[in-house]
């Protein structure tokens, strides 16, 4: 697994510094299909912005580290139990509108002609696929982080919103936290990353 630590380096001021205890593993999608979301966290609050995440997976699977995971950045509202998360951005621009030329678009208005996943949830009804490169690696990065971090590599086997998830020990999505999050979507194959995650952990 290579992880590239120097292209999409952030600086300090995009994250808290306090280094705590982790207990969960936390995959977002970043809205986009290419690494965009970094230039935001870059440019907005004329660079102070902290609502960002310490590694990125791109659709071909390359992983970046944004700055070390001991540090976190600002996610839920709830500073103590950001602390205890390391959280991994998928790019992804997430649900897809489709016009009527049977096009599909992105919420930011961009015309999108890659894998498309169908299922009516959370509103919506079309999904922008993730690649089985992005799932190779995000598995074998839990893996690593689980080892390093003794997080438990146990993996929420579904997207939807859990009671006193800020409470459990392993890998969750942002849609377990809050019913209105629609990441990681339905094209995300839960089980098929929970077998993952429980096969690279049982090898170690």
């Not at 001021?13 to 969960?24: A, I, L």
């Not at 660079?47 to 590694?55: A, D």
């Not at 016009?99 to 015309?111: Q, S």
Request: glycine share 6%; with cysteine; hydrophobic share 30%.
């Amino acid at each position: 697994m290579k992880i590239n630590n120097t292209k999409y380096k952030l600086n300090k001021d995009n994250y808290f510094e306090e280094m705590t205890k982790k207990t969960q593993i936390l995959f977002k999608n970043s809205g986009f299909e290419d690494m965009r979301h970094y230039l935001g966290w870059q440019n907005r609050r004329s660079g102070t912005y902290k609502k960002t995440t310490p590694y990125s997976i791109n659709e071909k699977g390359n992983i970046f580290e944004h700055y070390e995971p001991k540090h976190f950045g600002y996610l839920s509202g709830n500073l103590d139990l950001d602390s205890r998360l390391i959280v991994i951005t998928m790019s992804n621009p997430g649900w897809l509108e489709k016009n009527n030329e049977d096009m599909f678009i992105t919420w930011y208005g961009d015309i999108y002609n890659k894998g498309v996943f169908e299922k009516r949830w959370r509103n919506h009804v079309y999904w922008a696929d993730y690649t089985n490169k992005q799932m190779e690696s995000a598995a074998e990065l839990v893996g690593m982080l689980s080892k390093k971090f003794e997080i438990t590599p146990n993996c929420i086997g579904h997207n939807t919103k859990v009671d006193g998830i800020e409470y459990f020990d392993g890998i969750a999505y942002r849609s377990n936290y809050f019913s209105e999050r629609t990441d990681l979507s339905p094209a995300w194959d839960n089980e098929k990353f929970k077998n993952k995650i429980d096969f690279i952990t049982e090898e170690k």
